[in-house]
């Protein structure tokens, strides 16, 4: 039952520190996603990836890289830390096949907070 | 773009009293459209959906109906329980690759007993 893994749950870095948020899932999903959540403003899109070896930029990807070097992980590098990053991060899955069924259905990790100091 | 907006929060509630979260859409086309809700310390999850305009999804109690004529897809229960609250967004699709939709702002429910 473990689905979409995320770590860590919690961190704090300095402006100018690095770090990578770490993603897994076990459904075998090759469609990926990093989100970024801020209060009163829902989720923005960061990345996506469609299969392993395949990303590409979402709605807010400026300071942010990924990979996707398996189908299983998708992690997340945040480069030079800066305030403006302070926020929640959730990775997410989806079924490969567009179904009438899962339309829409993104499954979510528990999500990553990260403040910035 | 595909965009949504989301009735402004929060919304406190008591136990078993009626609950509507509006949620109004700018689309091309009739996308599919879907609510998630988001219990505190945990990720989202799908709510319910509805994949065609006059389409009702409906799961837990909860019910929400695409309205194409008035660009509405408003989320309603009828007698809302305190292990309903959450944070409840509305969704579509951002573009026109599957999975990447695009979310409203999210309504924070409370329910007190």
């Known amino acids: 039952n473990a689905g979409v893994t995320q770590t860590p749950k919690f961190r704090i870095l300095k402006i100018g520190q690095s770090m990578t948020l770490q993603c897994t899932q076990d459904?075998?999903?090759?469609?990926m996603y990093w989100y970024r959540q801020d209060p009163g403003m829902g989720l923005k899109l960061i990345y996506y990836?469609?299969?392993?070896?395949?990303?590409d930029k979402g709605e807010v990807p400026n300071g942010y890289n990924v990979s996707r070097s398996t189908t299983e992980d998708f992690p997340l590098r945040l480069e030079l830390a800066a305030p403006s990053q302070t926020s929640v991060y959730f990775c997410?899955?989806?079924?490969?096949?567009?179904?009438?069924?899962?339309?829409?259905?993104?499954?979510f990790g528990e999500g990553s907070r990260l403040t910035v100091l | 773009g595909n965009s949504v907006t989301q009735m402004e929060g929060p919304v406190t509630l008591s136990e078993e009293a009626f609950l509507t979260i509006n949620c109004t859409y700018t689309?091309?086309?009739?996308?599919?459209l879907f609510w998630y809700v988001q219990y505190p310390g945990e990720g989202l999850q799908l709510l319910l959906k509805?994949?065609?305009?006059?389409d009702k999804g409906s799961n837990k109690g909860f019910e929400a109906t695409y309205r194409k004529e008035t660009t509405s897809f408003h989320l309603e229960k009828g007698s809302v329980q305190v292990s309903d609250s959450a944070v409840y967004f509305c969704?579509?699709?951002?573009?026109?690759?599957?999975?990447?939709?695009?979310f409203g702002q999210g309504t924070i429910l409370t329910v007190h007993p």
């Open positions: 969704a579509l699709p951002g573009g026109t690759s599957y999975g990447k939709l695009t």
């Open positions: 997410a899955s989806s079924y490969s096949k567009y179904t009438t069924e899962n339309a829409g259905e993104l499954f």
């Open positions: 459904m075998n999903h090759n469609y």
């Open positions: 689309a091309t086309g009739y996308p599919s």
């Open positions: 990836s469609v299969g392993a070896g395949i990303t």
């Open positions: 509805a994949t065609k305009a006059d």
